[in-house]
Nanobody, 118 residues
């Protein structure tokens, strides 16, 4: 059974930082491209950042580039999202995604709420 469990969300003031974690089980973690997506109220889910299996390649949404950093620890089957200089517009539910396109395998976590407000 595949599980992606996010943690680390919460309430933070503008300019603050949070670190999200996503622990994966039931998959061969190292072969999956891992991603973080977010969905704000009334908006579509959007890509935040992705990282390839070896961690050698990353990609970011333009809105978070320079503020967020995605990383992974394949020994711990965990992907992280370090979020700095948070803005109110970063408020959303953040979802972890595991994708293996060769076999069309795609999994999602339940999401963790991030609220940026003073």
């Amino acid at each position: 059974q595949v599980q992606l469990v996010e943690s680390g969300g919460g309430l933070v003031q503008p300019g603050g930082s949070l670190r999200l974690s996503c622990a994966a089980s039931g998959i061969i973690f190292r072969i999956y491209t891992m991603g973080w997506y977010r969905q704000a109220p009334g908006k579509q889910r959007e890509l935040v950042a992705v990282i390839t299996g070896t961690g050698g390649n990353t990609n970011y949404a333009s809105s978070v580039k320079g503020r967020f950093t995605i990383s992974r620890d394949n020994a711990k089957n965990t992907v992280y999202l370090q979020m700095n200089s948070l803005k109110p517009e970063d408020t959303a539910v953040y979802y972890c995604n595991a994708n293996y396109p060769i076999s069309q395998l795609d999994y999602w976590g339940q999401g963790t709420q991030v609220t940026v407000s003073s």
